[in-house]
């Protein structure tokens, strides 16, 4: 059996990865992230922008805290669980207005692939290991024996 | 059971690095060669898109003069299940979310020359832009894009 150390230690560096790569194409294409915001129809005109210029710099900040600071875990761990919930929740309410239109997730390009089911999914998989991910930085430290 | 201290050093630790990003985003912002505004324009972002590309426009008044006349073919670039509920009088329906299942049917109305205009529901959609854009790469040369869309129609007189 895999120790649940092993298992959290997994999810984390799972979900810092995923943030990771979500963050950087965004970082460095800000005017394409706006279009992917746009795109979703449901952010106030006045925010798109600016949520394109700090949503990729919270994931990465929290991508990398989650990775290598224990310090700051549990706090980054908390905000990447409340983004994955809100992703989750934005792409089911896209779907079920008939919006069809390409993530914005991994790239900039609205040509790539378009967001499904399938992605709600996918989010909520990794909203569930980003709770688990949570709770157990929570943990006081002597007893977490929180990998690294 | 995490105790009050420990909920607060949560939540300081929290705003700490959305203030961290914040103060990144800034930066990045300053010096990205490529950077965007704050608040951008958004509200005509798809009439720009359309100028910008050579597509002409037309508003509700010159749509409904279109549609009376019969002078041009109109087609619908919203969802089917949306053309059902109500549709300019005279469109066909040419929904891009699945544009493979309907675009031959829709071609054998359609010669190159021929004018042609489309919409979608109007506001930040662009369907109807994305149709315009992928008919001019079919050689059609004569497409027109009414931005306003359906929302627009209805609310008109």
Request: hydrophobic share 55%; proline share 7%.
């Amino acid at each position: 059996m895999i120790p649940r150390v092993r298992i959290l230690l997994f999810f984390r560096v799972v979900l810092a990865i995923v943030f990771l790569c979500a963050a950087v194409p965004k970082i460095i294409s800000p005017a394409g992230f706006a279009e992917a915001v746009y795109r979703y129809q449901l952010a106030p005109y006045s925010t798109v922008n600016f949520t394109a210029i700090f949503l990729p710099w919270m994931e990465l900040v929290s991508g990398l805290c989650l990775l290598f600071s224990r310090k700051f875990r549990p706090a980054s761990a908390l905000i990447i669980l409340g983004l994955m919930i809100f992703f989750t929740v934005l792409v089911s309410v896209t779907l079920y207005r008939g919006i069809d239109i390409s993530c914005g997730c991994f790239s900039v390009n609205p040509e790539a692939a378009r967001i499904g089911w399938k992605k709600v999914a996918e989010n909520a998989v990794l909203s569930l290991m980003a709770f688990f991910v949570f709770l157990d930085a929570l943990r006081p430290a002597v007893t977490a024996r929180s990998a690294l | 059971m995490p105790s009050r201290e420990h909920i607060q050093d949560l939540l300081l630790h929290a705003l700490l690095l959305a203030a961290l990003s914040a103060l990144l985003s800034v930066i990045a912002w300053a010096v990205h060669p490529a950077r965007i505004p704050w608040v951008g324009d958004w509200a005509h972002h798809v009439e720009t898109l359309a100028l910008r590309e050579g597509i002409p426009l037309v508003n509700t008044p010159e749509m409904r003069r279109i549609a009376a006349a019969g002078t041009h073919l109109i087609l619908d670039a919203r969802p089917l299940a949306d053309f059902d509920a109500g549709h300019i009088p005279g469109a066909v329906p040419l929904p891009y979310d699945n544009l493979d299942a309907h675009y031959e049917q829709a071609r054998l109305l359609m010669s190159p020359e021929m004018p042609v205009v489309a919409y979608c529901s109007g506001g930040s959609c662009d369907d109807s832009f994305l149709l315009c854009l992928h008919l001019r790469k079919q050689g059609f040369t004569n497409v027109i894009l009414y931005a306003e869309g359906w929302t627009a129609w209805e609310a008109s007189p």
